[in-house]
């Protein structure tokens, strides 16, 4: 029987911990019990000990009254998160614009139903497509390093927690600006494509500062 790496299975239970926290399974304030986790994700708790440190480093949990929980961000480091996004994110697309190949323009293209479909059914399934259409502009501008930043940054975004508080009006202010940056990317308008994805990223920190907060 092959025995699996420990580092392996350390790494995987922290890409599990920190999806389910992103992705609001794991809302803000749950607890972190090592015992439960171990047993739900049917590990040990070394690696699961392991990944909640990791976590913390990345500033997902924080540890209060000698127990771990899942970090409650202030509308401060909301803010924060979504200025270093704009930044990064405007730029990927301008760098796409100009640097997209015909196949990954292609593939971009591919998402505007997906990505711009008003019906409030829809939400859910947004949700869980919103990080790959946005990795895939990203990816089409050629910087490794930067995709790999923006996914570091992605500790408070779009997730089915916050998808639900979406009403008619905010769908399609997302559905339009999202059809927009297609649009601005098809005709490698560099200039059209980066404020198209910084009001984007703004519109989304207003959205969540408004609703949330």
Avoid: C
Avoid at 12 to 26: M, N, Q, S
């Amino acid at each position: 029987m092959t025995t699996r790496h420990p580092r392996l299975r350390s790494a995987e239970v922290y890409e599990a911990l920190r999806a389910e926290i992103t992705d609001g399974l794991l809302p803000p304030g749950s607890p972190l019990v090592e015992d439960e986790l171990a047993q739900r994700l049917g590990v040990s708790r070394t690696p699961v000990r392991e990944s909640i440190q990791r976590l913390a480093v990345d500033g997902l949990v924080v540890s209060r009254r000698r127990r771990w929980v899942v970090h409650v961000f202030t509308p401060e480091e909301v803010t924060e998160i979504y200025g270093v996004r704009a930044a990064l994110e405007s730029h990927a697309a301008r760098l796409a614009a100009q640097r997209a190949t015909d196949g990954q323009l292609e593939e971009i293209a591919a998402q505007r139903q997906a990505m711009t479909n008003e019906s409030m059914m829809v939400l859910p399934e947004r949700a869980r497509a919103n990080d790959g259409f946005h990795d895939l502009i990203t990816g089409a501008s050629g910087n490794a390093r930067m995709l790999a930043t923006i996914r570091d940054h992605r500790l408070f975004h779009f997730n089915r927690r916050i998808a639900a508080l979406y009403d008619q009006e905010d769908l399609r202010t997302s559905s339009q600006q999202h059809g927009r940056l297609i649009d601005a990317l098809l005709a490698r308008d560099a200039d059209a494509a980066q404020e198209v994805a910084r009001l984007h990223v703004e519109f989304s920190l207003e959205l969540v500062l408004r609703k949330l907060y």
